[in-house]
T-cell receptor, first 113, second 114 residues
């Protein structure tokens, strides 16, 4: 049973546009929600993360929006750049752990110049 | 700060053969993880170590997979015998502790089982 559902599977955005990736979770015990960025041939790298006590977190061009009642969270990439082209994974964990993660299936983002 | 080191980068074996992957975590990181990433999917946790003890191996197929972390530093993941469905990227990650510290991934070992 997939505990973190991610959509869309792929996304094409023009340079300067907004990229939006969504995730939904089932387990209400989850208390840590990170987004990871992965380039081909590389391991995932932490991009931004949120805990359920806040509804939004912003770091530069990247924003996480969190809706606890709907059990959903999303990643917004403002002013998308070709260098943002990568696969993005949402994830979740519980019990205070930031390492024992359950990942979504990923979204392949392509930003066209 | 040096990152998580993994070797080899690539490995091709035939089914029923055995294979081993090596990981050297970031210096000082007590917690080490092995994840399996099948093509087109997100990583899946196989095993978590705290120092040289196993914290969680609930998703490790123990009939064929084994892992150890001797002396609480380097770790080895072994598959014996390999199956076609084991073809994946095996990612090692480390963190300072299992709690509120970030996870750092290595670049993985891509295994192809033919």
């Amino acid at each position: 049973q997939q505990q973190v559902k991610q959509s869309p599977q792929s996304l094409i955005v023009q340079k300067g546009g907004i990229s939006i990736i969504n995730c939904a979770y089932e387990n209400t015990a989850f208390d840590y929600f990170p987004w990871y960025q992965q380039f081909p041939g590389k391991g995932p790298a932490l991009l931004i993360a949120i805990r359920p006590d806040v509804s939004e977190k912003k770091e530069g061009r990247f924003t996480i929006s969190f809706n606890k009642s709907a059990k959903q969270f999303s990643l917004h990439i403002m002013d998308s750049q070709p260098g943002d082209s990568a696969t993005y994974f949402c994830a979740a964990s519980k019990g205070g752990s930031q390492g024992n993660l359950i990942f979504g299936k990923g979204t392949k983002l392509s930003v066209k110049p | 700060e040096a990152g998580v080191a993994q070797s080899p980068r690539y490995k091709i074996i035939e089914k029923r053969q055995s294979v081993a992957f090596w990981c050297n975590p970031i210096s000082g990181h007590a917690t080490l993880y092995w994840y399996q990433q099948i093509l087109g999917q997100g990583p899946k946790l196989l095993i978590q170590f705290q120092n040289n003890g196993v914290v969680d191996d609930s998703q490790l197929p123990k009939d064929r997979f084994s892992a150890e972390r001797l002396k609480g530093v380097d770790s080895t993941l072994k598959i014996q015998p390999a199956k076609l469905e084991d073809s994946a990227v095996y990612l090692c990650a480390s963190s300072l502790s299992p709690g509120r510290t970030n996870l750092h991934f290595g670049n993985g070992t891509r295994l192809t089982v033919t």
